[in-house]
């Protein structure tokens, strides 16, 4: 028997609804030489019966089950049971574009030294779900960080890339780790700890997945997803950023100081990362201070070299409108501010 030229590991857990179209996209890919790892995270339901019969059909399909319950145990029991190089990742409630699986495992091909690929995709909810404005907006930014150092600088504003749109090496596994349990993201602390350590992750201009929200999505109901768990993930790795790029040398300064940008700053002194202003547009709060930090009038902001700025403002439309005002003053993303959002 052929090596897979990919394993697509599609951990589940009550999907009937949506298995078949899930399972019916991979079937209909372009490149046919691979093999579906479907992991069963602890269904009631009649998923796995579904797959089971599957099975019989189609030896490309290979079935396990989990003794733990959990995301991050059924990922990993794919990842250990895949025998391709290549690993798919795919949720059970997606589909994907029939080019997907041949244009990704063509990029790595071809670019030995990038270790993940993602791409653009479609957002899409199931019939009778609500419509999530959020989500939709999230796939809008996602979708226009395509280059490879924005997708390494954007990392500490949101995870720019879709976790079921990638494709990646096994070996960064065995060197670098797998998915952890803990209370964060487990997708999103695997991309920051790969990047700090120098995988290179790209994404391709195409729209490869459908991916679908819904109520149910373990983003809108676990607390792991949670802005707080976010925040507590990156963090950690933003005052590593910070070490390698000297930043830490220079005045560290955040900009706003409303209540969610007041509980970013304790998460970042938390970890060690010094704050030594906090700049500010509601005249209510200027002039004072924050755990001993004084709160500055953006009226007065003049950057200066020894000084760094950290964005904590994380509305779309206010994200907007500070860029906006620093890119006027000739400020460069990553040189003299990034967001933290």
């Given at each position: ?37 479907a ?7 009649t ?7 599957l ?59 990038v ?18 404005k ?37 070996m ?78 220079k ?12 509980a ?12 030594k ?27 200066q ?37």
């Amino acid at each position: 028997m052929n090596r897979p030229a990919v394993s697509i590991i599609l951990p589940y857990r009550n999907a009937s609804k949506t298995i078949f179209r899930c399972i019916d996209s991979i079937q209909s890919q372009t490149l046919e030489n691979w093999e579906l790892i479907a992991i069963n995270d602890q269904s009631t339901d009649t998923t796995e019966k579904k797959i089971r019969n599957l099975i019989n059909d189609d030896s490309r399909v290979k079935y396990y089950s989990t003794s733990k319950p959990g995301i991050v145990s059924a990922l990993n029991l794919g990842v250990e049971r895949a025998n391709s190089d290549l690993l798919a990742r795919m949720d059970s409630d997606d589909a994907m574009h029939p080019l997907r699986l041949e244009k990704q495992v063509d990029f790595l091909r071809r670019h030995p030294k990038v270790g993940v690929i993602a791409a653009k995709v479609c957002y899409k909810i199931n019939k009778g779900e609500p419509f999530g404005k959020g989500f939709e907006e999230y796939v809008k930014w996602s979708n226009s960080v395509l280059e490879e150092h924005k997708i390494s600088l954007y990392r500490f504003e949101e995870s720019p890339i879709v976790h079921p749109s990638v494709v990646f090496r096994k070996m960064l596994f065995k060197t670098y780790g797998g998915y952890r349990n803990g209370p964060f993201p487990e997708d999103y602390e695997l991309w920051l700890r790969w990047q700090s350590r120098g995988v290179r992750i790209c994404k391709l201009k195409d729209v490869l997945l459908d991916w679908y929200d819904g109520k149910k999505r373990a983003s809108r109901i676990e607390t792991r997803y949670s802005k707080p768990c976010f925040q507590l993930a990156k963090a950690k790795y933003l005052k590593a950023w910070l070490d390698e790029h000297k930043h830490h040398q220079k005045k560290l300064i955040c900009w706003g100081a409303g209540k969610v940008a007041k509980a970013q700053i304790r998460i970042l002194i938390k970890n060690n990362i010094l704050v030594k202003g906090i700049y500010e547009v509601d005249p209510r709060k200027i002039g004072k201070h924050f755990l001993g930090i004084p709160i500055l009038d953006v009226k007065d902001f003049n950057l200066q070299i020894t000084e760094f700025i950290l964005v904590l403002t994380g509305s779309r439309n206010a994200k907007d409108k500070i860029k906006h005002f620093l890119e006027v003053k000739n400020l460069v993303y990553g040189k003299h501010y990034i967001f933290f959002v």
